[in-house]
Nanobody, 114 residues
């Protein structure tokens, strides 16, 4: 099972980025997928999730600004991030649980300048 995140970069406050996560080695459509982030010097935190039934959930800090989605045919999960704030600066990771074990992508760095 592998997850590969991409799409990070440097953006000014108020801007947008779209992160992608490619999954392989699993029957993607059956799995809840999640985004986490780890700000500099802080612990990793959950950001958003999407179930196999496309039910979405978000941490309060990103509600109304971030949108998680998935494409089961392409085995992709996305995180559309709008109205970015400097506090959103972090390494973003995609995640799923496979056979009770957390599987992590390699992370993609998002830097939001003020």
């Amino acid at each position: 099972v592998q997850l590969q995140a991409s799409g990070g970069g440097l953006v000014q406050a108020g801007g947008s980025l779209r992160l992608s996560c490619k999954a392989s080695g699993i029957n993607f459509k059956l799995y809840t997928m999640k985004w986490y982030r780890q700000p500099p010097g802080k612990q990793r935190e959950w950001v958003a999730g999407i179930t196999s039934g496309h039910v979405t959930s978000y941490v309060d800090a990103v509600k109304g600004r971030f949108t998680v989605s998935r494409d089961n045919v392409r085995r992709m999960m996305y995180l559309q991030m709008d109205r970015l704030e400097p506090e959103d600066t972090a390494v973003y990771y995609c995640n799923t649980q496979y056979s009770g074990t957390d599987v992590w992508g390699q992370g993609t760095l998002v830097t939001v300048s003020s």
